[in-house]
């Protein structure tokens, strides 16, 4: 299953939304790649198991459960997470790239691959709609975070 979807971080023509810039939008996903449980519902720990200037291996922990994923980092431009597939869970990717169309517009677009086979009964098509919305509701949340921990005061958030 395939998916991407677009949500915009400036809209000039609303003044009640903070506007970020590049910076501090890259800022917030180098934050969601190494401290993910600010962002991930249900996720216990996360340990950073190697990494490079552009690679993070990591062991993520759900209770009993561990995935391990590789994240990798195009700075000012995108991460990329690869889920490592197991007998106990599908594997897929998610990339988040930033795209500014121009110096007033920003926006993140996220697109998501999974091995789950493309089926065209009605009740798949009815459960990948569910995961799609899912998705899109985890990557608001994402995006509302990021906004939280980059725009607060610098005392107050895990960035400053």
């Known amino acids: 299953m395939n998916f991407e979807h677009l949500i915009q971080i400036n809209d000039p023509l609303n003044p009640f939304v903070d506007t970020m810039t590049r910076e501090q939008l890259w800022e917030g996903l180098v934050l969601r790649a190494e401290q993910p449980q600010l962002f991930v519902l249900g996720l216990d720990s996360c340990t950073i198991v190697s990494r490079t200037e552009s690679t993070l ?11 391990r994923d590789r994240v990798t980092l195009q700075p000012n ?6 889920i490592l597939a197991t007998d106990s869970y ?18 993140l677009r996220f697109e998501y691959t999974t091995s789950l086979p493309v089926d065209e009964s009605e009740d ?12 899109r509701e985890s990557d608001i949340d994402t995006v509302r975070l990021i906004r939280q921990y980059v725009l607060s005061p610098k005392d107050a ?4």
């Open 124 to 135: 798949a098509r009815q459960t990948q709609e569910i995961v799609k919305s899912a998705y």
């Open 90 to 107: 599908v594997g897929g990717s998610l990339t988040m790239t930033i795209e500014q169309p121009d110096e007033l517009q920003l926006f």
């Open 77 to 82: 431009n995108s991460v990329r997470y690869d």
């Open 57 to 67: 291996e990591r062991e993520l922990h759900y209770g009993q459960a561990t995935v």
């Open 157 to 160: 958030g895990p960035l400053h």
